[in-house]
């Protein structure tokens, strides 16, 4: 039977060029694709339709509002149903396209992508549950979405007809949603000026017409994924040769756990989990109520555990998770490390005070892989703190102390920082110290502080 181990240490087929362009761990295993109760699904079903969030808990990608993406229009929606049905003559995968929201695990869309050099984009990830010491994969619950830029790249996209560049770019999306890579990503990467759309599509060294189907790396990696006669069969990950289970698993009693990818993940609190595990990277979950409707507390594990009061009397706990979304309100957890760096460097630089007005631009600076000295040097780049040593240093002692220096110590500190002992960046990291200091005294009660777009809340007592 599978395992998380299955999903985190996948089988490669050891030869380069096949898993050069596969997706190592795969964002969506289809193969291990079941329906929301456990039971296996062969099918992957697709909508030309899908606005809500299903019943899977599948959400839409979070960077498109309804205000920046669409519904493909017919010439899209007839190259895309042309480029699944030569997939699963492929594959054998059985592609059947629905307007069931509570089936749907791929759809399409036509988008306003920002980044005018991105001509699309796809959206893929899995939420899944286990069980046991053995972690044995109870469900798992794929999806992917796909978006055509038709503002950047309207002149192929807008009609994706094959022969054309719209249609090369259609496959390559779908080659994500179904695992493939780029041959220039991840640890079995291809040298460059060894790949091209001659030998793979996932290649973004375009050469020759516009292909109409995968190139023999693609088939190769698509081979290995799913074999030749669609998920489960007798070839490809999880297929009835590796012992995959005919029958769905039914679940010990013991806490359902519901599993994010390793990137942004905006999780739905649903009653069918007892568990949510973000995994790594900033992870967000929706919860169906307003904040005073629940209760918070903290496990002998330190993991927060979110209670529903009243007859929303369900209990989450919550593990791996830096934002929590109700619906009248939005939190940043406080023991998030990211949000430790952003009020850590509020208040050195500006003071208790301003974390409610800072802590949300914050959080989006941090939230890019910034470190607390990378966000001290832009805050004196973008000259945010007094230009004048003696008023700078005077500002971040009062920010620490809530008083201005005596004089004995405003001189030592400035005549360190005019003669370059100190810059005002690294003055600021050795401030820094006592800032966690204050932070961990309860100085700062950061528990319901409002930010332009996020609370800080602290629930850790």
Not at 65 to 84: E, G, K, V
Not at 106 to 121: E, K
Not at 305 to 329: A, I, K, P
Request: aromatic share 12%.
């Amino acid at each position: 039977m599978a395992t998380t181990n299955d999903l985190i240490n996948p089988a490669k087929s050891l030869v380069g060029t096949t898993d050069a362009v596969i997706t190592f761990p795969q964002s969506a295993f289809w193969n291990y694709q079941t329906t929301n109760d456990g039971t296996p699904l062969n099918t992957i079903y697709y909508s030309f339709t899908f606005e809500t969030i299903n019943d899977q808990g599948n959400p839409r990608h979070p960077v498109f509002s309804t205000d920046n993406h669409a519904f493909f229009n017919s010439n899209q929606i007839t190259a895309a149903r042309q480029a699944l049905s030569y997939i699963g003559d492929l594959t054998g995968i059985n592609f059947q396209e629905t307007e069931l929201d509570s089936q749907v695990t791929l759809s399409f869309y036509q988008a306003n992508i920002a980044n005018p050099t991105t001509a699309g984009l796809a959206w893929t990830g899995a939420s899944y549950a286990y069980t046991g010491d053995e972690k044995t994969i109870t469900k798992y619950l794929p999806y992917s979405q796909i978006y055509l830029d038709t503002v950047d790249h309207a002149e192929s996209n807008l009609n994706p007809a094959p022969g054309g560049a719209g249609y090369q770019i259609l496959l390559h999306e779908i080659g994500h949603a179904l695992g493939l890579d780029h041959p220039f990503d991840g640890t079995d990467k291809l040298e460059d000026g060894t790949h091209d759309t001659n030998t793979t599509l996932m290649s973004y060294t375009w050469v020759g017409d516009n292909k109409t189907e995968f190139m023999e790396y693609d088939k190769a990696a698509l081979a290995f994924l799913y074999g030749s006669d669609g998920l489960r069969g007798t070839a490809g990950i999880n297929s009835r040769e590796e012992g995959a289970p005919a029958d769905p698993v039914i679940a010990s009693p013991e806490p359902e756990i519901y599993t994010g990818t390793n990137a942004f993940d905006e999780l739905i609190a649903t009653t069918a989990y007892d568990i949510i595990d973000g995994g790594s990277g900033i992870d967000l979950v929706t919860f169906s109520n307003n904040y005073a409707d629940y209760t918070f507390s903290v496990d002998g594990e330190g993991r927060l555990v979110v209670t529903g009061t009243g007859s929303n009397g369900h209990r989450y706990t919550l593990n791996e998770v830096e934002r929590l979304v109700f619906q009248d309100r939005a939190f940043a957890l406080e023991t998030d490390i990211n949000s430790e760096i952003s009020v850590v460097a509020i208040v050195t630089a500006f003071g208790v005070g301003s974390v409610d007005t800072y802590m949300s631009a914050a959080l989006d600076v941090v939230d890019t892989g910034m470190t607390l000295t990378q966000v001290f040097d832009l805050i004196v780049d973008a000259n945010y703190m007094p230009a004048d040593n003696g008023v700078f240093l005077d500002q971040v002692y009062n920010n620490l102390f809530g008083v201005l220096p005596d004089q004995a110590t405003h001189d030592l500190y400035t005549n360190m920082l005019n003669d370059g002992t100190f810059t005002k960046s690294s003055l600021l990291l050795a401030a820094a110290e006592y800032t966690e200091d204050i932070i961990l005294g309860k100085a700062i009660n950061l528990t319901g502080v409002e930010t332009s777009g996020y609370y800080a809340l602290e629930v850790f007592e």
